[in-house]
């Protein structure tokens, strides 16, 4: 996969761009972007150092990966505009809630290679979590081509299509609670007389520690929990207090209640 072009160069499209000029692939690729309006080309343009047109038709020519990252709604009339355009051995992906392989299918035709994946946005980062599958015309090498090139991005989960929803109300939406969570942690930090943005740095930084040792350790959530907790401390006393205001449950139904929206639920 040398040469990539994304269509829609919004947030994730961007995102998407930024962390793959960020990995080690980068060397490799030759990346292109199209969007909407010349001015928001021409922003893509400076910020990324990138070639990017309003010219979808243009911007596909020629690429080995078409990465497709508009909203749902405007799917079918991007698809059917470059359809005519892609290089015949080009695979697809597509990057929008909803929206079916079959769909996508439907608009490209049966031997049409079509990934779909769904990222979040600290992908521009290379901290991400994308969930990634294919039709049955995607080879398996370009799959694992497509899997090693997004590794660079995060972490890449190989799943079912019927688990997309799940996964864009657990990692998709829940960052919005973690956020929410760094906030509060901030608050209490700086009702305790801290400066805000030392509050702010310290929490954000402790988030970050107990989620790298959950992924670097592979132990249980509980398990590292017990290991922080003495007889009558304070960590202790942190969690029983967090007990009783619901943290938990309230962060389970949060989840529940997300992914049952990317549902249709």
Do not use: W
């Amino acid at each position: 996969m040398k040469t990539i072009a994304v269509i829609g160069a919004g947030n994730m499209g961007q995102a998407l761009i930024a962390g793959l000029q960020s990995s080690d692939h980068q060397a490799q690729l030759e990346i292109k972007a199209a969007t909407a309006s010349q001015a928001s080309a021409d922003k893509v343009a400076q910020n990324l150092a990138i070639s990017c047109s309003t010219n979808n038709q243009t911007c596909v020519q020629g690429a080995d990966l078409v990465i497709v990252a508009v909203k749902p709604y405007l799917m079918d009339q991007v698809l059917d505009e470059i359809k005519n355009s892609l290089k015949a051995d080009a695979v697809i992906v597509t990057v929008a809630a909803g929206y079916s392989l079959e769909q996508a299918g439907a608009i490209l035709g049966d031997q049409a290679a079509i990934v779909r994946i769904m990222p979040n946005t600290a992908v521009k980062i290379g901290q991400g979590v994308i969930a990634m599958t294919a039709n049955d015309q995607v080879s398996a090498r370009d799959c694992q081509a497509i899997k090693d090139l997004f590794q660079g991005l995060g972490l890449v989960a190989e799943v079912h299509e019927d688990q997309f929803a799940t996964i864009t109300g657990l990692s998709g939406s829940s960052p919005t609670i973690v956020y929410m969570l760094i906030e509060a942690m901030s608050d209490a930090g700086c009702q305790q007389g801290l400066p805000r943005s030392q509050a702010q740095s310290l929490a954000a930084q402790t988030v970050l520690g107990a989620a790298a040792m959950v992924v670097e350790t592979g132990q249980h959530p509980g398990q590292l929990k017990d290991a922080v907790c003495s007889p009558a401390g304070t960590s202790i006393e942190c969690v029983r207090k967090a007990e009783e205001k619901g943290l938990r449950t309230a962060a389970m139904e949060a989840v529940i209640a997300a992914c049952q929206k990317a549902k249709g639920k």
